[in-house]
């Protein structure tokens, strides 16, 4: 088993589903908190990483957006995103793309400007310096209205050239892909590409909602399109990508074993999945660590972790020459 994790470690590879606020490691938090003069509500990095047990989505994302707090200036962002981007690197990630939450700063007042400049910085530093490529994508959070998703998206136009696509985040249960349709619609006339969680915690309607009301390139998690055959039978013909997040799901009470987690289903059944972190500062690993945990699991064999590098590579937002370069890689 050793073997498989020595495997696993030493590929090239790709990252689809990350919010680099989901990144935000305890230590980190501490520091950027003590020089922001800001009081966090657990006396120390132990004490809130002892917090760090969920029952379902909504109990992460209470203690998500809790920590985001205190990101205020430029630098907490660029020092937010440089920290993953070093995981990134022990983690052989060549490629990532990257999903931020503009509306979890600019409802605290912190100017959309700030956050996307700090990213924006930290991710040319890793091109130039740890030789890691990037996109950007900037999530909308699903629990908040239309208006004010429409909002940020007009936030977001001087900065066109630095975001690559939308998505759709938050709290799936009661806020279906079709509330932000016109606002998918929109962004796509700016030419924007989209992405959109679907079938995390909500049914497989939603998966076909982002596939046929915001014309999604990927869909994140996609687990529940395994309740319904016909859509498993659409995701594989029309080759869409899922980001699959087996330690996300664990920890979320998605699947209650890693053991039972669908991702070697899936790809039977001839499914473009991936696999990601997602928030790997708060469901206990980075990229490497999904890989083996769920390789483990799932007894799954080189070919067909082979394979899903590969997909992380072909469902990337990559053009050109450097897709063909990673692709080459493998
Ligand atoms: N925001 C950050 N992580 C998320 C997840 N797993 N599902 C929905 N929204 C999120
Ligand atoms: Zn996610």
Same mark, same amino acid.
């Given at each position: 088993?050793?073997?498989?994790?020595?495997? #696993?470690?030493?590929? +090239?590879?790709?990252?689809?589903?990350?919010?680099?606020?989901?990144?935000?490691?305890?230590?980190?938090?501490?520091?950027?908190?003590?020089?922001?003069?800001?009081?966090?509500?657990?006396?120390?990095?132990?004490?809130?990483?002892?917090?760090?047990?969920?029952?379902?989505?909504?109990?992460?994302?209470?203690?998500?957006?809790?920590? %985001?707090?205190? $990101? #205020?200036?430029?630098?907490?962002?660029?020092?937010?995103?440089w /920290?993953?981007?070093?995981?990134?690197?022990?983690?052989?990630?060549?490629?990532?793309?990257?999903?931020?939450?503009?509306?979890?700063?600019?409802?605290?007042?912190?100017?959309?400007?700030?956050?996307?400049?700090?990213?924006?910085?930290? $991710?040319?530093?890793?091109?130039?310096?740890?030789?890691?490529?990037?996109?950007?994508?900037?999530?909308?959070?699903?629990?908040?209205s239309?208006?004010?998703?429409? %909002?940020?998206?007009?936030?977001?136009?001087?900065?066109?050239?630095?975001?690559?696509?939308?998505?759709?985040?938050?709290?799936?249960?009661?806020?279906?892909?079709?509330?932000? !349709?016109?606002?998918f619609?929109?962004?796509?006339?700016?030419?924007?590409?989209?992405?959109?969680?679907?079938?995390? !915690?909500? +049914?497989?309607?939603? &998966?076909w909602?982002?596939?046929?009301?915001?014309?999604?390139?990927?869909?994140?998690?996609?687990?529940?399109?395994?309740?319904?055959?016909?859509?498993i039978?659409?995701?594989?013909? #029309?080759?869409?990508?899922?980001? #699959?997040?087996?330690?996300?799901?664990?920890?979320?009470?998605?699947?209650d074993?890693?053991?039972?987690?669908?991702?070697?289903?899936?790809?039977?059944?001839?499914?473009?999945?991936?696999? /990601?972190s997602?928030d +790997?500062?708060?469901?206990?690993?980075?990229?490497?660590? /999904?890989?083996?945990?769920?390789?483990?699991?799932?007894?799954? %064999?080189?070919?067909? &972790?082979?394979?899903?590098?590969?997909?992380?590579?072909?469902?990337?937002? $990559?053009?050109?020459?450097?897709?063909?370069?990673?692709?080459?890689?493998?």
């Amino acid at each position: 088993m050793d073997n498989l994790a020595q495997f #696993i470690r030493q590929l +090239p590879k790709a990252e689809l589903h990350l919010h680099i606020e989901g990144t935000f490691e305890p230590g980190l938090m501490f520091e950027i908190a003590e020089r922001n003069k800001i009081k966090l509500e657990y006396p120390s990095v132990e004490s809130l990483r002892e917090a760090y047990h969920f029952t379902q989505l909504q109990d992460f994302l209470n203690l998500y957006y809790a920590g %985001t707090r205190v $990101l #205020i200036e430029e630098q907490d962002f660029y020092d937010l995103t440089w /920290n993953y981007l070093i995981k990134a690197k022990e983690n052989n990630i060549v490629h990532a793309e990257i999903m931020f939450d503009p509306q979890a700063h600019t409802s605290r007042g912190v100017p959309f400007e700030k956050v996307i400049k700090g990213i924006n910085r930290a $991710l040319s530093d890793g091109a130039e310096k740890l030789r890691i490529t990037s996109r950007l994508i900037m999530s909308f959070l699903r629990h908040l209205s239309e208006k004010e998703a429409f %909002t940020v998206l007009d936030q977001s136009l001087p900065y066109r050239e630095m975001i690559t696509a939308v998505g759709l985040d938050s709290s799936e249960q009661g806020n279906p892909p079709g509330k932000f !349709e016109r606002v998918f619609a929109k962004a796509r006339e700016y030419g924007y590409l989209t992405v959109a969680h679907a079938g995390e !915690e909500g +049914p497989p309607e939603n &998966i076909w909602g982002a596939l046929y009301l915001l014309h999604v390139s990927r869909i994140d998690h996609g687990n529940s399109a395994m309740l319904d055959g016909v859509l498993i039978e659409t995701l594989a013909e #029309i080759q869409m990508p899922l980001t #699959i997040c087996p330690l996300s799901n664990l920890r979320l009470k998605v699947v209650d074993d890693l053991s039972h987690h669908p991702l070697k289903a899936m790809l039977h059944k001839g499914l473009k999945v991936t696999v /990601n972190s997602d928030d +790997p500062a708060y469901f206990g690993g980075y990229l490497n660590d /999904n890989l083996i945990a769920v390789a483990q699991a799932l007894s799954l %064999t080189e070919k067909e &972790i082979l394979q899903l590098i590969r997909n992380s590579f072909e469902a990337s937002f $990559l053009t050109g020459e450097l897709r063909r370069k990673y692709t080459g890689l493998l």
